[in-house]
């Protein structure tokens, strides 16, 4: 079982309490997430032509095979990675358990959005992370061209 608390840069704000996931329906299979900020995700064309831009520029037009270390450093440099949207939430788990986020099937078919992991793990210990109080975020990829 989780226990949703948020972040502290939503605690106080009258509308947060909106951001915690909940059930819509008695039937649902889990629990509705909501996007904290308002935040734009460019589509997955930008990201790619930024890349390939940068290795033509350095290879002087020529492509080579890219490893994963090189296009881990290409991502970095660019800063072009999936969108990280913030959720303003936190999950404290049950010893031994872990939160599994993914999105909604229609995602795709109405909006073109998918999650750039496929599914998202929030291991139990993620909770109490230093860097960022536990914020779970979803990492989300635009297929569409806008």
């Known amino acids: 079982m989780a226990k949703f608390e948020l972040i502290s840069k939503y605690e106080g704000y ?57 296009m881990g450093a290409l991502t970095k440099s660019l800063d072009t990675k999936p969108t990280l949207v913030p959720t303003g939430v936190k999950a404290q788990l049950d010893p031994g358990t872990y939160l599994e986020l993914s999105v909604r099937s229609s995602c795709p078919l109405k909006y073109w959005l998918i999650m750039a992991n496929s599914v998202g793990i929030i291991d139990g210990d993620y909770y109490k992370n230093p860097d960022n109080e536990g914020h779970i975020f979803f990492q989300v990829i635009n297929l569409s061209p806008f």
């Open 14 to 70: 009258d509308s947060a309490v909106n951001l915690f996931p909940r059930r819509k329906t008695a039937e649902s299979a889990g629990y509705d997430f909501f996007v904290a900020e308002d935040t734009i995700i460019p589509p997955m064309e930008e990201l790619q032509n930024s890349i390939f831009s940068k290795v033509l520029e350095d290879t002087d037009g020529y492509v080579y095979p890219v490893t994963l270390d090189e």
